[in-house]
Every structure is written in structure tokens, then in C-alpha cells.
């Protein structure tokens, strides 16, 4: 492993310095208008952007997928050779695709993996044998060798969802026709699940919750001898159907969409046990109690065992079944309860069966996130503190080490490693001046770090296990040909701070400000998103786009309430059945504490949020009446009992059980009090947020006459975005900020 990496860090990069954004010519000189449509143009304005950084299993290939300078949304897979030392492309997704339409499955699934708007390769994964790649590409597979040649796989007018090699390289599987096939690499896979059963019923497919809600993208899991699948089977049956009108520009399809909504039945999940041709098949025990979910399903490392992670319909606790591969029988090994009654069970993938028999398990039991220990029956815990851990990184069991990610002062996230006795103290990896993430290869020797900073957009790079960097994979300098390099004169650092909300409790702030003249006050785009999970102030990369709001003379804001993610049990509590509340009343505090300041324009202040964030303008506009100047209400959920059973219900309950909930979480019984100027944003083929919830609210206004502005995208699902869409969209906000007087003052 030390002879890889000197052979890395010789090959990469000889270049060891701090980067930050270097000084140009081109500072010195008044820097060109970063205009929305440059935003969204390619190159990106962030630098190259690798996604799924990978080491081949005998070291000689790091391999990772990277996006054109012509089009930053196409990925293609590029290796590095070790021995070489050498960059080349593996895989030309422009020649090797055949540019065919995907099925509509695939399509679903690639909005619930976040990844509908990217082209050419999205995913990959190595032969167990470092001796190639199994790519998909527009509904294909390919087997790519490292001599450069190409096998396909499969040519067929459908698509092979969720495509695998076998965990010793010998089978490939997917799925077609809701069915599971398999087949020897190289020779013609055979569906080895049931046929003739009926349109409900789908074979090793992840349900649309799983998918959406639990981050579960897989319904099959290999045996690490490829001698037995472990295959979901789910029946859809008694999940309602939503009519899903997909308006599109020149006609309209209609899906009957299997929608599991709020307060009603959810698919039936099982799990079967069987061999890679399907016969001997055994049915997993997964208990009486038929609605549940199952949230994640692994192999113990020696095959020996099946761990089937079963969790209640109210998400307050989680069963770890230890499952016999032999005859399905399961027992419950441990039980994770919600840290408070008044709470849910955060699912994770911060876990990992060791080879002797224990362990390593993330957990909110004492109020924060941190990892323990489970051997022999008994816990001991390995992290501890108010500052929460947010993901494990990796596992060396040779050295007895586990690296992980954790908070560090709220606004960044730190990697750190520890010892798997729990003895000693973590040790701190990352440089604290930037906020970091990590990936680490399966014998966790090798550390790939990905790091920014407010002032410097994403960069990558190898280090040893201890922190220590040997390579650059990206170390996106900003100078020279850079393509943020020519707006670097105008680029404005984030101020941060904190506000008290109505209990005392610290929120914190970012800011940037515009070029101001004294005097004068000036309008503000005040953004957020509000809803549990993600944290939006932190000491990364902001991005170009507020850069660009700023450039048009606004100031941009954010504040993360009550809520979000990375603060503790306590702080994210709060909405426990209460949507639509607390998040308001911090914000308000946010506005409020805007309209303090000198250089504000306290007549000048416009919310925007998209998705959660697109229901929380509506709710603030609702509530505090003339507190904002505009609100801008993006794919907004309007009303809770349109969106789905794992998410809705971990925060809200079953509205079943608690309706008034759900009554005074709504959106839609003060839709006719809003009096401030609203815009309201849908993709019109919106299979997330369906595009109900804005019909509802249109509906609502136009019957109570109430005025407002939309705009409707044709063929647009929850992303609206893209090369000429973006603008076009966010000029619509500004031509609808300006028309009602929310705009910077006269320059003199």
C-alpha cells in the first residue's frame, strides 16, 4: 500500500501547498457580470466535479467519473494508472452510447437517486478481479477491460435497472420486466424470479419509498461467495394510485402511479433467500406485522448470516433481525429505540459488521450522533460529545481504526479517526479552515477527501490513513483558465453569526453583501430551505449562483432553524407534529433581525424556497403578513397528506391518528390570507412533490381572489434546471422582484 500511494502522489501531483483563490490580473481590473445565464452555461463555474472516486481491487487503477468542459452534465469514466502514472479515458460515453430513450423506470429511479438531470455514466462498479468494469449506459451494460476494449453486455429495446456484479465477479444480475435476471459474465441472463404474477408485484426493485425516503436504491444483495441472492419481492397492490398528469409542451401522459400517500397502505415487502438460478428458495421471517419497513439488508461477512434492519410503521424504533440463510428463520439481535418519545429513528448506512462477529454502529441514543460498539451482548461507545458525528468513512480492522466525519463548531464537518477499543483519543485529519467529506477503499488504507471553503470551490485529494495528502485529484486552483477565474474581482466572502429564536436558542447566519454605498439600503434575497435534514450555513462553497444574486445588487441570506440537521436530538425536535411552526418563527426572527440593520432596506426583504423550502414561503407569508416584501414558492408542498408515508409520517405521525396535525400544518386553509406578492414555481411532470399540490393552491387563490404570479414548466419534474431553463427561471424572479419595486437602489 506505501508503494501505491508514493506511486500516486508521484503521478498526480508534486504540488503540496494550502490552495485558496490565487490572485490574477484580472482582480486588478473590474470583473464582467456574472449573469444567470453564464451560471448555468459549461463550463461549471465550481471546476471539475468527479463523482464516485473508486480504487480497483488489486490497486492499480484509481478510477472515478468525470464531466466535460462542453457539457458539465456528461460523465465519462476515467482511470488513473499506477504503474504508468498516466490519465486516460476508460469508457467514451458519447461513442459507446447508443443515445436511446430510457424506460421510465430507470428515469423514476434516477430522480430518486438525485441524478435525473446527468447523462452519459452515472454509476459503475469494479470486478472483484481488478480486471474491469461493469458500466451501464443508456439502458445497457458494457464490460470495460483496462486493454481499452468493450464487451456489451446486453442489447435489448428495454432497460436493466439496478445492474450488479456478483461479489466474486463471477455472475451479473438486474433487473427487467420486474423480474430479476442472472447470468454467468459473458453468457445470456435468465430471469430466475417467478413469471405470470400479477402487475403488482416487482422482483429485486427497492420500493418508491425506499428509494426516496430511506436511501435504499437496491432490492438485492449478494452472498460474499455469490452462493445465495438475497431478493426483495414487493406487492404493490394495496398502495393507492395517483393519476400523474405529465404535461409536457406538445401532449400529456397520464402514469397511474403507485403512490403511497400519507395515512395510507404502503407496498408489502418480503425477502427471499435463494440460489443464483433460483432454485432453493426460502422465505425470510420478518415477523407478523406486515407494515413495516425494511430498511436495510446486509451480509455478515463470512456469509454466515443475513441482518435485516426491520423498522416500525412510526419509526420510533428499529429491530436488527440476524436471519439463518438456510431456512430464513430470524431473530431479533438488538432493538434501536428513538432517543426521546416525542422523536423518530434517523436511518443511517453509519454501520459495519467486523470480521469477528461484532459491530461498529451509529447511534442518537445520548442526543448526538455517535458511534458504538456491540459485542457479545453488550454496547460500548466510541465517540461522545455535543458535537455530532454525521458519517463513518471507513474501516481498517487491521490497524483497529475507524475514520468517521463529524460537526465541528456547527459550520463545518472535520474527518477524524479512532480506535475501535475506544481507547485514546479521535484524531483530527482535515485542515478545520474547510468543511469536508470522506471516502476511504473497503480496507479503509487509502483516504479520499473532498474538501471547500467559502472562498475556494471543491477540491479532492489521496491521503494516508493518518490525514496526510499525497495527491491532488482536483486541486481546482482558480486562476489562469479557471472558469471562475474572470469573476474573482467582484467575489464577496460570507459573513456568519447568530440570532437568539423565541427560546434562547442560537441560530446561525450567512451573509453576503453587495458592493454598497453609504447611506444607502438594499433589498434582500433572503433564501432557505427549513426543513429537517439539511444544513445550509456552513463554511463551504456557496456556489455561483448566489455570487450572481449578489452581483445584481442584492444581498443574500440564510438562516438554518430549529429543525435542520447536525445540531443534536433537541434541535431537531422541535417539528415533531409541527410543521410549518417553529421554522416559521425562526425565520421570522431572521427577518426580523434583518430589518435591524442599518443597510437594509426593511421594505426590501424577499423569501425564496424550493420544495420544503417552497412551503415554508407560503407558510411565512401566511403568518406574518408585511413582514416580506415578495415570497418566491418553488414545487412547494402545500398539503402534507399529498406526500408520502416514510417521510411525512417520521415527522408528522399517521393522519389517521393525529389529523388536526395535518390540519395546521397546511398550506391551504390561509391560502386566501396571503396578501404579499407570491410566484409560484411547478415542474408541470412533477412525480415527487406532485404537481396536485400547486393545482390545490392555484385553485384556492382563484376561487378566493386572491392575486398572485406563476410559472408552470412543461415536461419539468422536481428539478428545473438546465443550460436554458435555469435562467429563464430565475430571470422570471427577478422581472417578478422588480415589478414590484424589490430592487437595489440607484447607483450615483
Sequence with gaps: MRSLIAAVALGLSTCLTTPVLAETPAMAEAAPILTLERVFASPGLDGPAPRQVKLSPDGRFLTLLRNRADDRERYD?????????????????????????????????????????????????????????????????????????????????????N??????????????????????????????????????IRWGEAEFVAQEEMHRLSGYWWSPDDSRIVVQRTDEASVGIVTRAAIGAKGTKVFEQRYPAAGTDNAVVELYVMNPDGTGSVKVDLGLNIDIYVARVDWAPDGSAIYVQ???????????????????????????NAA?????????????????????????????????????????????????????????????????????????????????DGTGEPELLTDPAFTNSASMDGAGRLLYVTRSGPDQPPQSYLATPDGKRVAWIEENRVEGDHPYAPYLASHVSPEFGTIAADDGTPLHWMMLKPTMEPGKRYPVFFQHYGGPGPQTVTKGWNGALAQAIVDRGY????????GSANRGVDFEQPIHRAMGSVEVRDQKAGATFLKSLDFVDPAKIATYGWSYGGYMTLKMLEADPGLYAAGIAGAPVTRWELYDTHYTERY?????????????????????????????????????????????????????NTPFEMMLYPGYTHRVSGEKIGPHMWNAIFRFLAAHGVTPPTKE
Design 652 to 704: 408528522m405521525g399517521d393522519p389517521r391518528e393525529v389529523p388536526e396535525a395535518y390540519e395546521t400544518a397546511s398550506a391551504i386553509p390561509d391560502a386566501a390570507k396571503i396578501a404579499d406578492p407570491l410566484l409560484l414555481i411547478h415542474g408541470m411532470a412533477d412525480d415527487n412533490v406532485v404537481f396536485e399540490n400547486a393545482s390545490e393552491l392555484i385553485s384556492v387563490m382563484q376561487e378566493s
Design 555 to 562: 444581498i443574500f441570506f440564510e438562516l438554518d432553524n430549529r
Design 340 to 420: 426521546r418519545p416525542d422523536y423518530w429513528v434517523n436511518l443511517s448506512d453509519n454501520y459495519r459488521f467486523l470480521a469477528d462477529g461484532s459491530l461498529l454502529w451509529w447511534s442518537e441514543r445520548d442526543g448526538y450522533g455517535h458511534f458504538y460498539r456491540f459485542a457479545d451482548g453488550q454496547w460500548q461507545q466510541l465517540t461522545s460529545g455535543t458535537s455530532p458525528t454525521t458519517m463513518l468513512v471507513g474501516v481498517d480492522e487491521a490497524a483497529g481504526t475507524f475514520t468517521y466525519q463529524a460537526t465541528a463548531n456547527v459550520l463545518t464537518q472535520q474527518i477524524y479517526r479512532a480506535r475501535l
Design 163 to 200: 445492474p450488479k456484479l456478483s461479489s466474486k465477479g463471477g455472475f451479473v444480475s438486474f433487473v427487467r420486466d420486474r423480474r430479476l435476471w442472472v447470468g454467468p459474465v459473458g453468457a445470456e441472463a435468465q430471469p430466475i424470479t417467478p413469471a405470470g404474477e400479477a402487475e403488482t
Design 77 to 161: 469514466l476515467w482511470g488513473y494508472d499506477i504503474e504508468t502514472r498516466e490519465w486516460r479515458m476508460l469508457v467514451d460515453s458519447e461513442k459507446l452510447g447508443s443515445g436511446r430513450e430510457l424506460s421510465e423506470d430507470e428515469k423514476m429511479q434516477r430522480e430518486r437517486a438525485r441524478v435525473g438531470s446527468l447523462k452519459g455514466i452515472i454509476s459503475y462498479q469494479w470486478a472483484s478481479d481488478g480486471a474491469g468494469v461493469l458500466v451501464p449506459l443508456d439502458g445497457d451494460l458494457f464490460l470495460a477491460k483496462l486493454d481499452g476494449t468493450v464487451t456489451r453486455l446486453t442489447d435489448t429495446e428495454g432497460t436493466e435497472l
Design 310 to 336: 426491520r423498522q416500525d410503521r412510526a419509526q420510533t424504533r428499529i429491530d436488527m433481525l440476524r436471519v439463518d440463510p438456510a431456512t430464513g428463520a430470524s431473530t431479533v439481535w438488538f432493538t434501536e
